[in-house]
């Protein structure tokens, strides 16, 4: 909002958060979504006619000129001293479903298109906004390439979940191929066959950092999986940078890099965002966002991080040995208990992971690394890709994936092939990170999740 020296002229508009009248003089607090701080509006009474004023209610949309003068009351330096306000679009008190009493986040959820005027999503979609932008200078000011990743696919690459499909077949008569024991005809549908909605791009930025060797992708994502957690959601946006010749050490560099940078530039940018989730969500945010800005991640291989577990005397809910995935109660405890920093975790087991990435000679591993951070556990997954072609068709054969499917990839190690690197960081766990929220269908415009696509 407005924050021009005393003594300026000054036009404001925004939305009404609240408004107080005392004996002779009305107090507005607007917003317009630009700054955490309302702009506050000394009308004197008799100043407006009496219809304008019984508008002035909460959510109403005013303009407003006048002065800044010095603020005498606390929480502002200035205020605006009003010779003129004009309702522009009213907001009747009876009905407004935001009234200003304060609402609980689920609550405000059901009202996807007053949210972003609340204090809370207003500091959240600014800190996303910054975050967003903090990605794209990072990786622009390094000189990596951004690569805009297909969002409809037609190959399950990856398998890295469920996937949506995607068709503009009749879905209450598809036409069946008698031939195929009446299975439906894909080669009918739009593409000739099948097609989803992307899980990763990981793949497609692998070719074009074989072309432009560092890349990222910055995009939306989607996984069709049935799990109602806090930390899932249908649609998310998800930031792949690839690097060629580039190997696992250089993986962790940039991550750790990247991590650091996020954090110092919206501890920066958003300060009054950030203290207003300090104090309202999350009392530990601001020291764990400075800790971790400040600190070297600690990096240990899988099989001494098992060792660590296994160790702990403690009950897990999840017994943990060497072979098994490291779940989120495992995670938290090495980043918050062991380490009390971020913590990369390496060379996992092979058989937990996915089929490109790089095996280890100890025939067992493989080159993957895993960010942990305190209070969250997994923030980003990444690996050094298996770049030598004959190993690369035995994993596909473990793994029981058709070659034909990936002969585009294949060729990529056939033709110029060199060793490359590189992770995943989904964006609103990210933002979950940052801000201290809970849920991470507080951290995007418009939650998807399993019954969920409103607005
Ligand atoms: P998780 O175990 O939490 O489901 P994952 O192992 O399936 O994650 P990856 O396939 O490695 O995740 O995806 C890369 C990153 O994308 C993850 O580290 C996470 O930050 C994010 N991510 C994955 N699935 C989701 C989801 N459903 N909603 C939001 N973010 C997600
Ligand atoms: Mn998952």
Excluded at 210 to 230: D, I, K, M, Q
Aim: glycine fraction near 8%; include cysteine; proline fraction near 6%.
């Amino acid at each position: 909002m407005l924050a021009l020296p005393p003594g300026t002229k000054a036009t404001a508009h925004g939305w009404i958060k609240t408004r107080r009248d005392s004996k002779g003089v009305h107090f507005i607090q607007i917003n317009d979504g630009s700054s955490f701080p309302d702009l506050q509006i000394v009308l004197e009474a008799g100043k407006t006619v009496e219809e304008t004023l019984a508008k002035a209610t909460t959510g109403a949309a005013v303009r407003v000129s006048g002065e800044m003068v010095e603020s005498p009351g606390k929480g502002q330096a200035v205020e605006l001293r009003a010779e003129t306000l004009e309702v522009i679009g009213a907001s009747p008190p009876e009905t407004y479903p935001l009234q200003k009493k304060r609402h609980n986040l689920e609550t405000l959820r059901e009202f996807g298109h007053f949210r972003p005027r609340s204090n809370t999503f207003g500091a959240v979609f600014r800190v996303r906004n910054a975050l967003a932008y903090a990605i794209h200078k990072f990786f622009q000011e390094r000189g990596f390439l951004y690569v805009h990743a297909p969002i409809l696919t037609t190959s399950d690459a990856e398998g890295a979940g469920a996937m949506f499909q995607v068709t503009t077949l009749d879905v209450a008569n598809p036409p069946r191929s008698p031939e195929n024991g009446g299975r439906i005809d894909y080669t009918k549908d739009f593409f000739s066959k099948p097609a989803y909605l992307t899980v990763s791009g990981q793949l497609e930025a692998e070719i074009f950092a074989l072309a432009f060797t560092n890349v990222y992708t910055f995009g939306p994502t989607f996984r069709a999986e049935n799990s109602n957690t806090p930390r899932h959601l249908a649609e998310f946006w998800m930031i792949e940078p690839e690097m060629a010749f580039c190997d696992l050490e250089g993986n962790q560099q940039l991550a750790e890099e990247f991590l650091k940078y996020l954090i110092s530039y919206v501890m920066e940018h958003c300060r009054p965002d950030l203290e207003f989730f300090n104090q309202r969500y999350e009392p530990s945010l601001l020291a764990t966002l400075e800790n971790v800005a400040g600190s070297e991640f600690a990096r240990l291989p899988y099989t001494q991080a098992v060792e660590i577990l296994e160790k702990s005397g403690r009950q897990w809910e999840f017994p943990v040995s060497w072979g098994s995935d490291l779940q989120s109660e495992h995670e938290r405890y090495l980043t918050e208990e062991i380490f009390k920093r971020p913590v990369i975790v390496t060379d996992y087991p092979a058989r937990i992971k996915a089929f490109y990435m790089r095996s280890n000679d100890d025939g067992k591993t493989v080159r993957a690394m895993d960010v942990l951070a305190p209070g969250i556990g997994e923030i980003i997954g990444g690996s050094q890709r298996e770049e030598r072609l004959d190993v690369l068709l035995e994993k596909l054969r473990e793994h029981r994936l058709p070659e034909e499917n990936y002969w585009w990839y294949l060729d990529l190690r056939r033709f110029g092939g060199v060793p490359h690197s590189g992770f995943g960081l989904g964006f609103e766990r990210m933002m979950m990170y940052v801000t201290g929220m809970k849920n991470i269908r507080d951290v995007i415009p418009f939650p998807r999740t399993p019954g969920h696509a409103e607005f």
